[in-house]
């Protein structure tokens, strides 16, 4: 148990009748990389809201290093305590800044909190650096940055805390591929340096490929399909991994089949649900 | 048949220090589909918006834009509407922020004929219900609001609209970015099963050199304001002539390449506020030399293919190197 | 964002994207502020010296705007007027946005039951008219500045506390409210330094068209001889004292007050609506 870096097990979590998170259970080991994936209402972001502290469980744990994440952190220390464990990049990098605040300011504001009396010029100085923005940005406002170098003041705020796990959700979905590579392969070298762990909750999965170890595929709130990232996409297993597989577009792609495939899983599905095969409805 | 045709298009802005759209020469035939990709402010939509004349506030024209035989760009206000009425639509990227929630899906789609008096309202309904019907939509959807519908089934009912005036060109500015990737499949069934039918010219612009890959016969890559490469999906995806396209394939996450770190490309497209000299990618291109910082290049055809074009000095050598490999 | 700032029916038409009239209502308000503040070194005469003599004098030389039936310079207690028609508003503007503004935050930041005790007590304040709470405590506690000052804040402190909790709520629910939440900061450190930060221009666009309302609210009570001591210059005051001379023939006396109080609301309408504009174009 000691070399898991992140344990859940059992999230749950509904918004009504909807089970937006269903008994959903995964590890991450020490220095790995886990790729959530799935569509639009699939329970990736709230999963990930839910371990980050941002949202609560209705049932399950979280823990980190085996220590349980509360649900709702009170006081000063147990806040403190959280933000080491786990830090978030977010998906959009222009409202994921506070537009009144420079690069300088967010960093040093975040460094204050965590580590107070030790030199921050020098560390921001680092971080900067680490994520490959020149001391010239430091300055700054957001407005005045790039998606892609707003995403990498992200990145190093969230590098500031030193935290044991980084979850990046989406975190660059919203830029160019030419800047959201760049991206992606600073992603791989701080892994490298730094040995923190990555959950990377995504819909792309090119980056799954190209940034994870292993990887879980959800949808409506359950994991249908886990495994090594190389397993799952060479060889899926679950009808709803192939179709997602399938869906993604290159030369030579037949949407038309894809549509089919689709509606079939669909109806299977509903068909399942009649039978009782199937826990709950497959509405919606 | 040319539905579009689009030749030496240069857009200038106030506060731009060079043109935003830098002679623009792009074409779309009937029942063809065309793709245009680029990064974001590399000029694509406003590419596609001009055909439409919806041009952002101070923006000085050259060129023509002739949608069916017309010029765009000389039009008066009838005729304009007549155009964005009848000839050509718009698809747009977030269905949500183009439709109006407070009104029922019927109201949506038969309100520019009505208003236009290009058929009765009885007519229009007929229309609306069978182009719901080819979208794949149920007629009850008319008397539902916006808000009942999900994503991909909105955006469904965005072409339908679009189809209502039975366009000669449609043009979809990235009509699947908002979308799942399984409905984004069946967006693009759909919209090629139209072009079929109804002999559209399709023009699909989009970020996603795969998508574009996967659903055009022709592609423009577009860079700074300028038409990098041109030429058919297949040999720009297996024979790229440019730097830029080249690296946008490599920098690309996908299914198929070797895994491992991408190809990124370094730095940020140039600023609107500087001037361009020469070369627009020079300063991110591997292959760069002196006569890519002083002058700027002139398309040149692939040998044995003539509707390959790719503007750059060193188009021949890239080739050279991709057969190499 | 959307934002919605409280306005009269009347004065909201009171609004110009033309420039000229912007630098002319704040040239002209900063023109009364600067005469407020140098009353004493301007007014050529004892605003409360009366010359009977010369009671309803026309304007001449010695008196820019005549003598009033009273005998004393129009001009002068127009000067002197300036600073009690000035600092009521002030200080109900100060107290409704303190008070408005805290309450607002935290209706709006800690949601629940304490938004629901803090929306409904401010909107028992709002059905209550205003003006007839003034006049209540006024008749109660007798003349003097300051009970129609406070009586005016506690009716108008709903204003700014429903516009604030709107934008606390359209604040909090942006990213980076979240991203400082994971970083461990606390709540209240959080909305002191980033969300009223980024809220502060709208309320202070809010507040300035309230100063022009409690102008008028203030002079309306002074007309009714509530509020500020009989003698004391007023502009308020100034109209009722000038208006039995309006029947003598003589309404120059009535007339210039007036003229400055509709001026000095207008301008600071215009001011306000301008910079509430201002800020709703910045913000995309």
Not at chain 2, 3 to 17: E, H, K, Q, V
Not at chain 2, 106 to 112: A, H, I, Q
Request: net charge neutral.
């Amino acid at each position: 148990m000691s070399d898991l870096l992140l344990d859940v097990s059992g999230l749950s979590r509904t918004f009504g009748d909807v089970h937006a998170v269903d008994d959903v259970s995964f590890t991450l080991a020490e220095g790995g990389s886990l790729g959530i994936v799935g569509e639009s209402g699939s329970g990736k972001t709230t999963t990930a809201r839910i371990i980050v502290g941002l949202d609560r469980a209705d049932a399950g744990t979280v823990r980190v290093h085996g220590a349980e994440q509360t649900g709702t952190a009170r006081g000063r220390a147990a806040r403190l305590a959280r933000a080491r464990r786990i830090q978030m990049v977010f998906q959009d990098p222009y409202l994921s800044l506070d537009p009144r605040t420079s690069v300088h300011d967010v960093l040093r504001e975040t460094l204050r909190l965590h580590f107070p009396g030790t030199d921050h010029a020098a560390r921001i100085r680092e971080l900067l650096d680490q994520v490959g923005l020149g001391t010239r940005a430091a300055d700054a406002r957001p407005r005045e940055l790039s998606g892609g170098q707003r995403q990498r003041v992200a990145i190093a705020r969230a590098l500031a805390v030193e935290p044991a796990i980084l979850v990046l959700d989406e975190a660059v979905a919203a830029l160019d591929v030419s800047v959201q590579a760049q991206i992606l392969n600073l992603l791989a070298d701080i892994r490298e340096q730094t040995r923190v762990g990555y959950l990377f909750i995504t819909h792309d999965l090119g980056v799954v490929r190209c940034v994870t170890d292993d990887v879980i595929v959800m949808r409506r709130g359950r994991i249908v399909e886990s495994g090594a990232t190389a397993r799952v996409l060479e060889a899926p297993e679950h009808p709803y991994t192939q179709l997602l597989l399938a869906s993604v577009p290159r030369p030579g792609w037949d949407p038309r089949a894809i549509g089919a495939a689709r509606r079939a899983l669909a109806e299977a599905e509903s068909a399942g649900a009649e039978a009782g095969g199937a826990k709950r409805p497959a509405a919606v | 048949m040319t539905t579009l045709d689009i030749r030496g298009l240069r857009l200038r802005l106030p506060g731009a220090a060079r043109p935003v759209l830098d002679g623009v020469d792009l074409s779309v035939d009937a029942s063809e589909t065309v793709a245009l990709v680029g990064e974001s402010g590399s000029g694509k939509s406003l590419t596609s918006r001009t055909v439409l004349r919806l041009l952002p506030k101070g923006a000085a024209t050259e060129g023509r834009v002739e949608v069916a035989g017309d010029d765009v760009l000389t039009m008066n206000a009838k005729q304009l509407r007549k155009l964005r009425t009848q000839t050509a639509a718009m698809v747009f990227q977030d269905p949500r922020a183009a439709i109006n929630p407070l009104r029922r899906i019927g109201d949506f789609l038969t309100e520019s004929a009505r208003l236009n008096k290009l058929m009765t309202a009885a007519e229009a309904d007929t229309r609306a219900v069978e182009l719901l019907d080819a979208v794949g939509l149920s007629a009850d959807l008319m008397r539902r609001y916006p808000g009942q519908l999900s994503g991909g089934m909105l955006q469904r009912v965005m072409i339908a609209a679009a189809l209502m005036g039975d366009p000669r060109l449609l043009l979809a500015d990235e009509p699947t970015t908002a979308l799942d990737v399984t409905s984004q499949a069946e967006v693009v069934t759909l919209l090629a099963d139209l072009r079929e039918r109804f002999g559209t010219g399709l023009l699909f612009v989009t970020h996603d050199l795969g998508l574009a890959a996967a659903i055009s016969d022709r592609v423009y890559v577009m860079y700074a304001g300028r038409i990098v490469e041109t030429g058919p999906s297949e040999s720009i995806f297996a024979r790229p002539r440019h730097p830029y396209t080249r690296a946008l394939l490599a920098s690309t996450p996908s299914l198929d390449t070797p895994q491992g770190r991408l190809t990124a490309i370094d730095g940020q497209p140039p600023d609107l506020r500087q001037e361009l000299h020469g070369c627009p990618f020079a300063p991110r291109c591997p292959l760069a030399t002196e006569v890519c910082t002083t002058e700027a290049p002139q398309s040149t055809s692939a040998p044995g293919e003539p509707a390959h074009t790719a503007a750059c000095h060193h188009a021949d050598r890239l080739a050279r190197e991709a057969a190499d490999v | 964002m959307t934002m919605t700032l409280v306005r009269r029916p009347g004065l909201a038409k009171v609004r110009t994207k033309r420039a000229p009239l912007y630098v002319a209502s704040l040239v002209f308000a900063g023109v009364v502020v600067l005469l407020a503040l140098l009353a004493p070194w301007i007014q050529p005469y004892d605003p409360n010296i009366a010359d009977l003599g010369n009671a309803l004098a026309p304007p001449s030389g010695d008196h820019l705007f005549g003598v009033d039936a009273a005998g004393r310079d129009t001009f002068s207690r127009l000067v002197a007027g300036a600073r009690t028609s000035l600092l009521g508003p002030l200080g109900v503007v100060v107290f409704s946005t303190v008070l408005g503004a805290a309450v607002g935050v935290a209706a709006g930041w800690r949601g629940g039951w304490l938004d629901s005790v803090l929306s409904r007590g401010s909107e028992l304040t709002l059905a209550f008219p205003g003006l007839l709470l003034a006049i209540l405590i006024v008749s109660v506690y007798g003349e003097g500045l300051l009970a129609p000052v406070v009586a005016l804040s506690v009716a108008y402190f709903p204003y700014v506390s429903r516009l604030t909790r709107s934008l606390v709520l359209a604040e909090r629910a942006r990213p980076y409210v979240a991203a400082y939440q994971v970083q461990g900061h606390s709540g209240l450190q959080i909305c002191v330094r980033h969300v009223v930060p980024n809220i502060a221009p709208v309320v202070l666009a809010q507040s300035t068209v309230n100063f022009g309302y409690a102008l008028i609210d203030l002079a309306g009570l002074s007309f009714l001889g509530l509020g500020v001591p009989a003698l004391t210059p007023d502009w308020g005051r100034m109209v009722f004292d000038g208006k039995s001379a309006i029947q003598s023939g003589y309404p120059l006396s009535a007339i210039i007050p007036c003229l400055a109080i509709v001026l000095t609301v207008v301008a600071f309408n215009v001011v306000g609506e301008r910079w509430a504009d201002k800020v709703a174009g910045r913000t995309r």
